[in-house]
């Protein structure tokens, strides 16, 4: 091959590469910017360490003939591709919404499955940026089987390599069930939504009016649906919390999280708990001080925060270790469980058990929620998820009693019973079938009816009751508590028992899988 031809050729590819980097044109990446939205590649730059993204497949185009007499645009409408994050491998797809919408055509889904098989053979997470129109109607069947590839993909890779979806415009229909089935789901507020029908599917079909927002907005998805689990307020601030999210993460399941090293090294000891939690089992107080004192650097990412209040879940670090954190929130409905908790703390325990990260409990729970809402909602399945995933976890379980926890709650969070490896308490802990009143007017109904005066002596058999029942050296001297600790020493604990169960190895009985009641 001559010089010339083999300048010709560079000049051809520098062209082509050019082009592919164009995705609809400058027309339609101009009307992208005017919605206050980047474009695929941009938000791929504040994904990836600087000059560590690489393109695949940005020469694929479409097969259908749906842009008779123009150029078919060169990658479709997605990119795709892997680079680096803080150093380590991450592979992402990013959909092109100046190309045909962003919508989802044969030649796209091919793309989109190729990433994350790739993801799969190496070993490393998939970030998915999610800003499509949907299924390419013109292309019939065909995007229909792209999306169902897609949604396989999805399913083997579960508890596999970590995936994160990130809602950056429209994810309707079809399209919002890939984000579902990963493991977390970002969205920046005023520009991504998602809905199975959208507002007018809703009114020609039972006449109800609601905006786009109302329907599959940040607040609808945030606060009310349990869906997403972050909520940003820009694209930037987006792809930065995307990045520390993965700091907490393994690449796949079968590593264990990176060690960080401390920023802010801090005793083992810390009295600031102790004016923390009151030693009246109905004053309220907010878990979030507990965590922050306990963890590394104040570091707690707070995970579905704006959901199901009374429980919190997030990752933190002791001693540089990633560790997923359980809490009951006393602020808001006492902490008490319900429907929307325990579905929110039960999966996210069983992606903590997925991927090799510590479980620590730190427990305060008057109880279930009662009610006929949540009776004939299902508490009864829901409650038993969280059962459920404590009980299938294999990876280090310590749980911390800080307060309380009354009837079949404490057996929930993570008790020794259901094969907790190290279960400490506060010596203002109480552990008992019910709160003391209640109690006491049940066991001794018949004698306080009958005293001369019944409220000194139910005063005085509560406070009896109290002595002889609500303690925590009772569970401890049956073994269900393996210590009872003061509560400037809990970090110090946590830290010590971790290191001791580092090389922890539980196994399950043979089984295809369980049948969790979903």
């Given at each position: 091959m001559t010089e010339p031809n083999n300048k010709k050729l560079l000049k051809e590819l520098d062209k082509f590469r050019s082009q592919s980097k164009l995705g609809g044109g400058k027309h339609r990446i101009e009307q992208q910017h005017s919605k206050g939205k980047l474009t695929a590649r941009e938000r791929?730059?504040?994904?990836f360490d600087e000059g560590s993204f690489r393109e695949i497949d940005s020469f694929m185009t479409s097969h259908s003939d749906e842009r008779k007499g123009e150029a078919k645009p060169l990658g479709d409408a997605v990119v795709t591709g892997y680079g680096n994050v803080y150093g380590r491998l991450i592979f992402a797809f990013s959909q092109d919404f100046t190309v045909m919408g962003g919508s989802v055509s044969d030649t796209v889904g091919k793309k989109i499955c190729k990433i994350i098989d790739l993801a799969m053979k190496t070993g490393a997470p998939i970030v998915g940026l999610n800003d499509s129109g949907g299924a390419r109607i013109q292309e019939g069947v065909l995007s229909?089987?792209?999306?169902?590839?897609?949604?396989?993909?999805?399913?083997?890779?579960s508890g596999v390599i970590p995936q994160i979806s990130v809602i950056l415009g429209p994810s309707a229909g079809g399209a919002v069930y890939s984000p579902g089935i990963t493991d977390f789901i970002f969205m920046v507020r005023n520009v991504a939504q998602m809905y199975i029908t959208g507002p007018d599917v809703i009114k020609a079909v039972i006449g109800e009016e609601v905006t786009h927002e109302e329907l599959g907005g940040t607040l609808a998805h945030n606060t009310k649906s349990g869906v997403s689990h972050f909520v940003l307020e820009t694209e930037e601030e987006c792809f930065s919390e995307v990045r520390r999210l993965l700091t907490f993460l393994p690449s796949n399941n079968m590593e264990d999280p990176v060690i960080a090293e401390l920023f802010e090294p801090k005793s083992p000891t810390n009295p600031n708990l102790l004016n923390i939690v009151?030693?009246?089992?109905?004053?309220?107080?907010?878990?979030?001080?507990?965590?922050?004192?306990?963890?590394?650097?104040?570091?707690?990412?707070?995970?579905?925060?704006?959901?199901?209040?009374?429980?919190?879940?997030?990752?933190?670090?002791?001693?540089g270790r990633s560790v997923g954190f359980v809490a009951n929130q006393p602020n808001h409905l006492a902490g008490v469980l319900d429907i929307n908790a325990s579905v929110k703390a039960a999966r996210f325990i069983r992606f903590c058990d997925a991927f090799n990260l510590p479980i620590i409990t730190f427990i305060d729970v008057p109880g279930f929620l009662?009610?006929?809402?949540?009776?004939?909602?299902?508490?009864?399945?829901?409650?038993?998820?969280?059962?459920?995933?404590?009980?299938?976890?294999t990876v280090p379980k310590i749980s911390v009693l800080l307060r309380k926890a009354y009837g079949g709650a404490y057996i929930v969070m993570s008790s020794k019973h259901l094969r907790g490896d190290i279960n400490l308490s506060w010596p203002s802990a109480e552990i008992a079938v019910m709160g003391p009143d209640s109690a006491v007017n049940v066991i001794y109904k018949e004698k306080i009816s009958n005293a001369k005066n019944p409220e000194e002596t139910r005063a005085k058999l509560i406070q009896t009751y109290k002595d002889t029942h609500y303690n925590p050296y009772v569970a401890a001297g049956h073994g269900f508590l393996d210590n009872v600790i003061n509560p400037d020493?809990?970090?110090?604990?946590?830290?010590?028992?971790?290191?001791?169960?580092?090389?922890?190895?539980?196994?399950?009985?043979?089984?295809k899988h369980g049948n969790i009641p979903l």
């Open positions: 791929m730059s504040l994904l229909l089987a792209a999306y169902g590839e897609i949604f396989f993909r999805n399913t083997q890779a009151p030693n009246e089992s109905s004053k309220t107080y907010d878990i979030h001080d507990v965590l922050l004192n306990i963890i590394d650097d104040q570091d707690f990412m707070e995970i579905q925060k704006d959901y199901a209040l009374n429980i919190v879940i997030g990752f933190g670090r002791l001693a009662p009610g006929t809402d949540q009776e004939y909602g299902g508490i009864i399945r829901h409650g038993a998820k969280l059962i459920y995933a404590y009980a299938e976890a020493e809990t970090r110090e604990y946590l830290i010590n028992s971790l290191d001791m169960l580092q090389n922890k190895r539980s196994t399950m009985p043979p089984k």
